[in-house]
């Protein structure tokens, strides 16, 4: 590989480059090898040895395709290039048209993802994609809940698990292993009664290599529902998956933007309040752990202990001893996965007072570079576990000091030669700045429980000493900066963000977008909704005939249906109406996903207040029960989501409807006919249709109908249709009980007040 080649001979090149470092620097930069920042800072030194040794460093940071391609540039600048510093295989790198493909071939001689994927029966997945709508189908085969018989099975039998958030979802066991009767195992040993035999993982898969395939072939909607279900489960979450389908790691920034957790910081523990927000937008500290070279002891299983309370062990990370995860990783070395740990206020047993994120890189971070210098970029400590170290390995420790992190050795004795690993440290002590807490030494008979204490301690230090602390979303960026590609950056998903950023960068207070933007949800909506209700109940009659009554009614309700009509659509309903109609389906699923994120950003932070008072308030009985209602009435006013836009639509769509019926509108005239077109098309997708808001109590009959009719046109005129209810006073988890259940898109109570009734 052109990495190791650069690394074993660092020093024979720094002396054969220093002689001409102008034009080596020159020609890295036009051949867009460094950034013009990382140009004009290597110009600004003035040792030649110094500038080549840093741009190096630099280049491997890239990956293992830059740093090819660079060694191919310096053979053809200098034709007296040392062999030993060659390219490896230059001479056949010109008949590859696709350096992207030749590079993973590189990497994956033998096509390992293809062949893996064809074990699982994925291949044709590679290009046409799993979707949500397929894992959520019912029939024969999703109804069977036994054990998976093949390899063939997993990745079904995964997802199927998952969104019904069972725990055991990652194990890969087989049943036709587990099931074998006790007379095979007899005939194979004859006439003894007990005999040693071998596991054969050759028959299983590692739950790492499942994950990774599976999020491979599914579409970017898909992968955002696995992670969150996985977080649900409180699993550990891919942060960044190793090259598959291209030549580059993938940064899973869409896939985790769904998530939204709720925590109490040590500094709102006496007041009892908590905070909530989009995991990606959350700043906090990072300690990352990396393996260097073979360990005995288990790094995961390791963090697993770490992570868990002790009245509680749980396995966020897989690990060793976990089903199948002896099984040796074919694809997912190389694999970041990060986890969370946030407190609940409770300063006796919270580990940590504030959030902290845990990533861990699966296999040596020799053979994975790239993801271990992102990691260093975005860590406030970088826990290294070593066991041996070597002169190769000690050369590439010197290294780590051109990176902006702090690290921690954890130096287990069991297996390897820890004096001269010792050794090693101590000379690296100087060149690295390390103290003597910045070594934890796990000896041979040492009890685990002993050690994560020490453990413990050294993460609290760091996450008390406030040193750097970024956001998933700050991550992404780094991860840009060095080539990784972000899974947000297709042009479907951008497209959506643009038309959604176009409409939510206008509000800036709730209440007065919802009354200067959706008017039809005025005093004009409210008075509709009471003529109905009295065309129905017919409380008011008095003396009047009730012919005569009815008919005053249904008057009053046309000129309400009137000044509706007349109302000229806003310039936000405009937008929307236009990503709905214009852009291609998914593009469009993309549009009401980032509707539904930035319009919870932008009411959760008032919405958190609000529901925490209404609680209270509910639970103190003395409290006036008009102070109830004035609060359910902010929450509904502060409440702004995706339904609130479709409501609008829908009664526009009621107002042209009822003038077309009276004779005052050509039909030919309408604008709104092919409204329930659209609303049919979401609701396939999972989207919930609001059949009766929870403000006026209004039910749009037209609407409702004529969206209805239009799905059932849809599905082929088989649709039928079962309903559930599900009753329980506000905010105690109706919407993420029918979610888990059926894979729905109900709003859940992050960000926004969910008593619409859909």
């Known amino acids: 590989m052109a990495f190791e080649t650069i690394r074993r001979g ?12 102008a034009l080596v620097l020159d020609d890295a930069a036009c051949q867009g090898f460094i950034s013009e920042a990382d140009y004009n800072e290597l110009e600004k030194l003035q040792s030649p040895r110094e500038r080549m040794r840093k741009l190096l460093v630099k280049i491997q940071i890239k990956g293992e395709a830059i740093c090819q391609h660079f060694l191919e540039g310096i053979r053809s600048l200098f034709p007296d290039l040392p062999p ?59 109804l069977k809940t036994s054990a998976p ?69 599914s579409d970017s909607f898909l992968q955002q529902e696995i992670l969150l279900k996985m977080s649900m489960c409180q699993f550990a979450l891919p942060l960044i998956l190793p090259p598959m389908a291209t030549s580059k790691c993938s940064f899973m920034l869409w896939a985790l933007r769904d998530i939204v957790r709720k925590w109490r910081p040590h500094s709102l523990a006496e007041s009892r309040g908590f905070r ?63 986890s969370w740990y946030f407190p609940g206020g409770r300063e006796n047993s919270d580990l940590f007072p504030e959030p902290v994120a845990i990533t861990n890189l699966r296999g040596n971070m020799e053979s994975h570079w790239l993801q271990f210098s992102f990691l260093t970029e975005v860590s406030s400590a970088v826990f290294i576990l070593v066991e041996n170290i070597s002169d190769t390995e000690y050369n590439m420790l010197q290294t780590l000091q051109e990176l902006g992190s702090k690290f921690y050795f954890i130096l287990n004795t069991e297996g390897g030669n820890s004096k001269q690993t010792l050794g090693f440290l101590n000379q690296l002590a100087p060149v690295l700045n390390l103290n003597k807490s910045q070594l934890l030494v796990k000896e041979k008979n040492q009890n685990v429980t002993e050690f994560v204490k020490k453990l413990h301690s050294a993460m609290r230090n760091i996450v008390h000493s406030h040193q750097k602390q970024v956001s998933v979303e700050e991550m992404a960026r780094v991860s840009q900066e060095l080539g990784i590609e972000i899974d947000e950056d297709s042009k479907d998903c951008q497209n959506g963000a643009l038309h959604a950023k176009e409409i939510v960068e206008e509000i800036e207070d709730v209440a007065v977008y919802k009354k200067e933007m959706l008017k ?17 109940r017919m409380t008011g009659q008095a003396d009047t005939p009730t ?50 994120f930035n319009l919870d950003c932008v009411a959760r932070a008032n919405l958190l207040k609000l529901r925490e008072e209404y609680k209270e308030r509910c639970h103190a009985t003395k409290d006036d029960a008009q102070q109830l209602v004035w609060l359910d009435e902010l929450i509904s006013i502060s409440s702004l989501g995706v339904e609130h836009f479709m409501r609008e639509l829908g009664q526009f769509y009621e107002a042209e409807y009822m003038m077309v019926k009276e004779g005052d509108m050509a039909e030919n005239q309408r ?80 960000g926004r007040c969910t008593r619409e009734h859909s």
């Open 149 to 217: 018989q093949k390899l063939e099975d997993l990745p079904c039998h995964f997802l199927r698990k998952l969104v019904a958030l069972n725990g055991t979802a990652r194990n890969t066991g087989l049943a036709s292993k587990a099931e074998e009767g006790s007379d095979e195992e007899a005939d194979d040993v004859g006439d003894k009664m007990f005999s040693l035999r071998e596991v054969d993982t050759d028959v299983s898969a590692n739950p790492l290599d499942v994950l990774c395939a599976i999020l491979l072939c």
């Open 10 to 21: 660092r020093e024979k090149l720094i002396a054969f480059l220093e002689k001409a470092p």
């Open 276 to 338: 909530e927000e989009s995991l990606v937008r959350i700043s906090m500290a990072t300690i990352s752990f990396v393996r260097l070279g073979n360990s005995h002891l288990s790094k995961s299983k390791l963090l697993n202990e770490v992570l868990s309370s002790p009245q509680h062990h749980h396995d966020f990370f897989v690990h060793h001893d976990s089903e199948g995860g002896n099984v040796p990783r074919e694809i997912s070395n190389g694999l970041v996965e990060i």
């Open 520 to 536: 039809l949800q005025g005093e004009l909506w409210r008075n509709v909704a009471k003529v109905e209700k009295e065309l129905c």
């Open 547 to 596: 012919e005569d009554y009815k008919s005053q009614l249904k008057k009053k309700r046309i000129s309400l249906r009137e000044q509706q009509n007349q109302c000229d659509l806003t310039d936000g309903i405009t937008k929307f109406i236009s990503g709905l109609h214009n852009l291609g389906s998914g593009e469009k699923q993309y549009f009401l996903k980032w509707m539904k």
């Open 671 to 750: 604008q709104f006919v092919h409204l329930p077109g659209i609303a049919a098309d979401l609701m396939l997708e999972g989207f919930p249709m609001e059949l009766m808001d929870g403000d006026a109590s209004n039910i749009p009959l037209q609407w409702v109908t004529d969206v209805l009719k239009e799905l059932h046109i849809k599905l082929g005129g088989k649709s039928k249709m079962r309903i559930l209810t599900v009753l329980g006073v506000q905010s105690t988890g109706k919407s993420t009980l029918l979610n888990t259940m059926f894979g729905l898109q109900f709003a859940v109570s992050s």
């Open 84 to 142: 030993e510093l060659w390219p490896p295989a230059s001479e056949h790198v010109d008949k590859t048209p696709e350096p992207e493909l030749e590079a993973m071939e590189e990497d994956n001689p033998e096509g390992i993802v293809e062949i893996f994927l064809r074990k699982l029966g994925l291949s044709e997945r590679r290009r046409k994609k799993l979707t949500v709508r397929e894992i959520l189908e019912i029939d024969s085969e999703s």
